[in-house]
């Protein structure tokens, strides 16, 4: 197998063999899920004022719906655009109390397992693609990337080495690559994660393209070879194993990881609310039913400890923490946890600032910048201001693409155009560290 691309020639000659393998590759198309959300619906609804943000609040919490803007109830204020997944049985008592109260909505999705089917892939192309030439436009499932990582680490050695920084809660192995030229002993490095968010499936989507892109770009671009010569990346494609297992087996809209609690039949903690950085303050929720579960204790969760535990032992060569999200198009750095500007602002700013035109300048798509707080909202016990506050110097969180359109489900027709435009920011932050600044 080889997963940096073959001609075409060699790809059509294998045609026939590959729709032999449809089955074996793909059994039962796992990712619709057996309908189960047929007929739901994804709603945007902007409160006016405070007393429709708190009739919202109270409908949100009666119908148990799932929150994808903001993420947690305690966000929804009044002016702010909040988008909620309403199953479908549902969601005729909430567009009757909507038209009762006036509040302004809008229906972005009339029924999600539509919007759910036509952005993903047909198995036929998946599987004619993945025997011939790895295929880094569809999502992969877990076990694909684990192999996909296995994969490179014996194929591109010179450049890559993989491994584990511990286990996850369900006993899966949290996976790093190293990748960076070996040449001296001391580097400064970049650690960027993907995935601690389950349903935000874009980001390893991401972290698999930014590596793919190293290895085919390192001989040919000067700055990629510049890159990968001056500093090491820790690539962490998938952070939260269990959650990301979880979103394509039994429930696409998993946020969480997958632990157990002692006392309620709720699963999982919210892996970017477990830090010790102000822990379950604003922002976060101290009921394990929420989504935004802090935890019952900082790094409670085996894979947020064996991450803190990794960075704390490298902080000293690690220059830059980012981590990938979506979806929201910002790109966002310290604080999350309260509205203040961080020392040697300007430096981080113009970063940010030099990024997302970068970014911009492909396909014209525009993020916003700025402090997390101030730019998203507030959220306490997150893993950049845990990592900013342990001394590293740059980080920044990206959500990446859309703004709501299609949201979690963001087709796999625009993995390229989001992961192309998305490579030129992170490039251009890299070479921004690389050259001034503290
Ligand atoms: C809607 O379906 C869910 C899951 O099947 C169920 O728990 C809930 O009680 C149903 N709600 C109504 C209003 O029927
Ligand atoms: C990656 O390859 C090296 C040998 O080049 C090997 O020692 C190491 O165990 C491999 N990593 C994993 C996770 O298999
Ligand atoms: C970073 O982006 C800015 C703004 O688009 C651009 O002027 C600069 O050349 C870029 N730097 C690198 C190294 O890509
Ligand atoms: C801010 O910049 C100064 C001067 O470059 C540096 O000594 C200091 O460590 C920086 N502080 C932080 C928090 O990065
Ligand atoms: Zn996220």
Known sequence: ME????????RAA????????LKILHPGHSHLYSSRYAGDKVIRLIPNTEEEAYALKKIYQQLKVDLWQPSSISQVSEGTVTDVHIPHNDSRALLAFLQETNIHYKILME????????GSSLPTQRSRRSVSGYNYEVYHSLEEIQNWMHHLNKTHSGLIHMFSIGKSYEGRSLFVLKLGRRSRAYKRAVWIDCGIHAREWIGPAFCQWFVKEALLTYKSDPTMRKMLNHLYFYIMPVFNVDGYHFSWTNDRFWRKT????????????????????????????????????????????PEVKAVANFLRKHKKHIRAYLSFHAYAQMLLYPYSYKYATIPNFSCVESAAHKAVKALQSVYGIQYRYGPASSTLYVSSGSSMDWAYKNGIPYTFAFELRDTGHFGF?????LIKPTCTETMLAVKNITMHLLRKCP
Not at 287 to 298: I, L
Not at 409 to 413: A, G, K, N, S
């Open 3 to 10: 997963l940096l691309g073959k001609p075409r020639s060699q």
């Open 14 to 21: 294998f045609l026939p063999l590959c729709l032999l393998f």
């Open 111 to 118: 029924d999600l397992q539509k919007v759910l089917e036509k």
């Open 258 to 301: 997958r632990s157990r609690n002692s006392r309620f039949r709720c699963r999982g903690v919210d892996a970017n609310r477990n830090w010790r950085v102000k822990w379950c303050d604003e922002g976060a929720s101290m009921h394990p039913c929420d989504d935004t579960y802090c935890g019952p204790f900082p790094e409670s969760e």
């Open 409 to 413: 489900l963001l087709p796999e027709m």
